[in-house]
């Protein structure tokens, strides 16, 4: 059986980004959010606009979903299948990290949590499942805002503390999320809750597009070192994970 083809892998998840968007994109935000080089997403952009699946804003302007695309038909990737998908691969992390383990998804600028994995221990844990967690304050969030085609909105609505080192000033969380893309994994320390800490990656559906991301939390003792900084065995734990789900979804 022949496999997939890219590029169109690619322009499927442009025009669900810009279905999603509140507003027409720009080719750097299309770009960032799908991790392509910025000429990879103007070439997809400039066929998709040939054909009338984008429209165009006046000369170079930004893009938004065009009067020839009578269907978009896929739509935002189905939480429940992003839990299916995740759930084979969150167990064995709780394992291997000896740490909570949660799935997420933004939703009207928070996280969802649609699967969570308890610390194996004994200690006492609440079932997180359903809740909504700030974006901003937590690594789950900024491994999800990071790729967002709404993260200006998010910003705009203000941000509230959480702890004294949760990040309120837009400007420096912006700086936050390009180290976040330029890494590929999020993280926090003591950001929501004073003495916890963690570390996220996004996943990716087809064509690369940030459907949701895992990750884990615990003490800032077992997460970080000396210097609170996460560990790095941990990071390539959670890198290791999301790169599994998003290869399940993928090629399902």
């Not at 003591?190 to 064509?207: K, L, N, Q, W, Y």
Request: charged share 20%.
């Amino acid at each position: 059986m022949p496999g997939s083809v890219q590029s169109i892998e690619r322009a499927a998840a442009i025009l669900r980004l810009l279905g999603a968007a509140p507003g027409p994109l720009g080719v750097s935000d299309i770009a960032e959010a799908l991790g392509l080089a910025k000429a990879t997403a103007h070439g997809l952009l400039r066929t998709l606009h040939r054909v009338g699946f984008v429209d165009q804003d006046g000369a170079g302007g930004k893009y938004r979903l065009g009067a020839g695309l009578l269907d978009l038909g896929g739509g935002p990737l189905d939480l429940n299948e992003l839990r299916s998908h995740a759930i084979n691969w969150a167990d064995p992390l709780a394992a291997r990290t000896g740490e909570a383990v949660r799935i997420g998804a933004l939703q009207s600028g928070a996280v969802l949590v649609v699967h969570h994995v308890f610390r194996p221990d004994d200690t006492q844990q609440r079932l997180d499942v359903g809740s909504s967690l700030p974006a901003h304050a937590t690594a789950l969030g900024k491994a999800l805002l990071a790729y967002a085609p709404n993260a200006s909105v998010v910003l705009g609505k203000g941000l509230a503390p959480y702890s004294h080192r949760t990040i309120t000033d837009a400007r420096r969380l912006r700086v936050v999320l390009q180290e976040v893309r330029a890494s590929g994994w999020a993280h926090e320390v003591e950001e929501m809750t004073v003495g916890e800490a963690g570390i996220a990656v996004p996943i990716r559906g087809h064509g690369g597009l940030v459907v949701g991301a895992i990750g884990v939390s615990g003490a800032v003792d077992r997460i970080c070192d000396g210097g609170l900084r996460p560990r790095s065995a941990l990071v390539s734990r959670v890198r290791e994970a999301a790169r599994a789900v998003s290869r399940d979804l993928q090629n399902d």
